[in-house]
């Protein structure tokens, strides 16, 4: 949850809000317009010029009010605090006003746009622009008084501390001058301003420190006068919001000496006052200023005073001194340590139902940990050191029978990097001649270890006795010799499968290697005349017509010219048979041009229907082709940047 609003944006004042829309408009959509241009155009610039300032409005005020914070959105403390400072329906009215002002553009807006759509000509929506500008304008300057009014709450609420108000707090609070500030200055590291007279702290102060690898925030509050509620000012209300809405522990400041100018009995009397805010929560009573008086020296009756403040049992007294640092740090970890068991056993309660069994998260973390305890048996266990350690001797170096190290043993052998330790000879195995061979950790992609057997000796002698024995009865001789006819059946079966399997293989490997695309394609792939006659005969036609009909078209008319040509008969080639007619039919056929935009059609208007198709659809196209901005356009016959001069003095009226 938001708990500073440090990074409000500033909030303009309406000319500078006014200022700003104006010329960024202006910026943005510079005028670039003539009385030559086609109406259409004139009106689609003035409609977007009316349009982006509309939307710059609508956004800047959009930043203003979503940089704010919404009441019902907010803690209870910060709800209550900002009420006591700016009054809530002050602020509520002031944005409620951005609002409407924002809604009331969007219309002006709009209702211009609806009426620039029929302008007629540049005058008429130049016009028609700037009456829409105007009166954008005169709701902007009626926004004077809540737009100063929301830069004072974002500059306040920028000051105001950053207090979160569910964590570990610790709320200092008191009549003035009682030494308040002289505590959160001593245990934290906040700077507050601490001085000899009353009312020194103005406004809610918040320090922050560590303990047990906790962070804490302590909140130092204005002293509060004992009187009614509604005779309190903002100072102290800033005290009663805090009391009553923050979760903490609350440490109630006396000074017993009475050096605050404020007598024993009216500490006491405001403390039973304010004590109806202090419920669930944890209150101490911190005597102040114990180097100038002690409960101790109190008379009965002061004394009693104080015992009826501690009389419910769940208020305790602490003591300290400012001044001189005594007691100091025992009362914040006093209450430091207080307030941490108290959240603790509120997070439990809140993980257990009515009958005390954990449920929900609680119940899940419980269930996951189990604390084993031993139990006792009543067996005597003594102590038992073994042999070999007690008659272990004392390594010394000049003893010449003790065990060498290591570090000797390598000097011995040529030092580091020639000798290399030996990590197997302390292997304890069956034979020592085992220590030193290479087994395999991995065999054919398994684990040896996994294959271990330790009878793995007997059942192999057992195996070799059993094929020993099998040899000598014949078992294999007889099943090579003789093979029934239902073997070689299955034996001739297998082989086809095993030839169908490799088929498939090597399909899907050219499939997969081609992305099934065709080894080669037919266009380039000729087949053969006896390849096709081949093919036909096997599946039972008879192919003497086709090889026939085949034959004569390869001759063709290359036949019968080769025989005019050759000097044959001229009356001959007078005579039409019909091979030569179809022929000449043929050549026709392909040498006559097509009418493509009459060929397939079955009549008149099936054309001119898909004539008006085309149309349609190059109607798009030839819009959007008309000028671009390849195109060799100059917009603007006479710039002004070339033909303008220095302007002279006067009004610019150039929005």
């Known amino acids: 949850m938001k ?15 006014l200022d700003i829309v104006l010329s960024r408009t202006q910026r943005r959509l510079p005028t670039q ?20 300032t509309a939307e710059t409005f609508t956004e800047k005020i959009t930043a203003i009010l979503d940089g704010f914070p919404r009441l019902q959105d907010i803690h209870p403390f910060h709800r209550d605090l900002l009420n006591t400072l700016y009054d809530a329906d002050h602020f509520r009215i002031a944005l409620g006003q951005l609002s409407t002002a924002k809604h009331l553009i969007e219309t002006v807006s709009r209702d211009y746009v609806r009426l620039l759509k029929y302008g007629q000509s540049l005058f008429q929506c130049k016009q028609l622009k700037r009456a829409a500008l105007g009166r954008m304008a005169t709701i902007c300057k009626r926004l004077k008084d809540p737009l100063v009014y929301l830069e004072q709450v974002r500059q306040h609420l920028g000051r105001l501390p950053s207090i979160d108000p569910n964590t570990r707090t610790l709320l200092i609070c008191g009549y003035p001058n009682v030494g308040k500030s002289s505590f959160l200055k001593n245990i934290s590291r906040a700077d507050v301003d601490v001085q000899p007279y009353a009312f020194t702290t103005k406004s809610l102060f918040c320090g922050h420190f560590d303990y047990k690898m906790l962070r804490f925030q302590a909140i130092d509050t204005p002293g509060i006068l004992d009187h009614p509620l509604e005779e309190m000012n903002t100072i102290e209300m800033q005290s009663i919001t805090a009391i009553a809405h923050l979760r903490s522990a609350v440490l109630y400041f006396m000074d017993l000496s009475e050096q605050c100018g ?24 911190v005597v102040n200023k114990i180097d100038v008086m002690r409960p101790e020296d109190l008379s009965e009756e002061s004394q009693e005073l104080i015992q009826s403040m501690l009389k419910s049992g769940e208020v305790e007294m602490l003591q300290l001194s400012c001044t001189t640092t005594e007691g100091l740090m025992q009362v914040r970890n006093a209450a430091c340590d207080r307030l941490i068991a108290q959240r603790n056993a509120e997070k439990l309660k809140a993980g257990t139902n009515s009958s005390g069994e954990a449920t929900g998260r609680l119940g899940d973390l419980l269930r996951r ?17 073994p042999e070999a350690v007690k008659n272990r001797k004392k390594f010394s170096k000049d003893d010449p029978d003790r065990p060498k190290t290591e570090r000797e043993i390598e000097d011995e052998n ?27 950790e991995v065999f054919n992609g398994q684990n040896v270890y996994d294959f271990v057997d330790p009878d793995i ?20 001789e007889s099943e090579s010799e003789l093979e029934d006819a239902d073997q070689a059946d299955i034996k001739y079966k297998a082989e086809l499968i095993r030839e169908k399997r490799q088929l498939i293989r090597n399909d899907a490997k050219m499939r997969k290697s081609l992305k099934n695309r065709a080894i080669i394609p037919r266009a380039k792939r000729p087949r053969k005349l006896e390849e096709m006659e081949t093919h036909l005969e096997t599946l039972g036609y008879d192919t003497a017509p086709i090889s026939e009909r085949a034959r004569s078209q390869s001759r063709g008319r290359s036949a019968v010219r080769g025989r005019s040509s050759a000097g044959g008969d001229a009356d001959a080639m007078d005579i039409d048979t019909p091979q030569t007619a179809l022929q000449r039919a043929h050549s ?9 935009r009459e060929f397939g059609m079955s009549s008149e208007a099936d054309r001119l229907k898909t004539e008006k198709l085309e149309r349609l659809s190059k109607r798009r196209m ?5 000028q671009g901005e390849a195109d060799r356009h100059v917009p603007t016959a006479m710039p002004k940047h070339l033909f303008a001069g220095k302007r002279s003095g006067g009004k610019t009226q150039r929005r």
């Open 588 to 596: 026709r056929t392909r040498s006559a041009s097509t009418n493509r």
């Open 3 to 17: 708990t500073t609003w440090k990074d409000i944006a500033p909030v303009p004042t309406s000319q500078e809000f």
């Open 457 to 476: 000796e007997e059942k192999l002698a057992a195996l070799e006795a059993e094929e020993e024995q099998r040899d000598a009865d014949g078992i294999y």
């Open 262 to 285: 404020y007598s024993l009995s009216a500490q006491v009397a405001l403390f039973h006052s304010i004590k109806p805010l202090f419920s669930n929560k944890l209150v101490f009573v």
């Open 369 to 385: 940990i189990h604390v084993a305890q031993p139990q006792p048996d009543g067996k005597v266990r003594e102590l038992a050191i």
């Open 33 to 52: 317009i003539r009385a030559g241009f086609k109406i259409s155009r004139i009106r689609a610039f003035y409609t977007r010029k009316v349009k982006y």
């Open 622 to 626: 030839n819009r959007m082709a008309k």
């Open 414 to 440: 040529g030092g580091p990097g020639v000798y290399n330790i030996d990590l197997r000879k302390r292997w304890l195995l069956a034979d020592d001649e085992w220590k030193h061979d290479k087994m395999p």
